[in-house]
């Protein structure tokens, strides 16, 4: 397990992005910024550290890069969580 995910979860607005993503198929960072208050440059930040854990993912279409998350990293992470269970 990457330390890398947990760094990215502790962090309330990049939660905030994953709860947002979570009902969604893909969102542009356009769309994901009309929830924040914050400039795009911070979101940015938000969106690279999430993309290094690995927790989502990012496709460029045109001029705009879109968004979603990446299920299988939640699941490894679960696994791991429940391994504490036995």
Known sequence: MSDS???AIADANRRKILQILKGKHQMSAGEIA???????????EH????RQANLISA??????????LNTSVFEELLNWIYSFKK
């Open 5 to 7: 995910i947990f760094k």
């Open 34 to 44: 009309t929830h924040f208050e914050f400039s795009k440059a911070t979101l940015s």
């Open 47 to 50: 969106l690279k550290i999430l």
């Open 59 to 68: 496709e460029r279409r045109g001029q705009f890069i879109y968004y979603s």
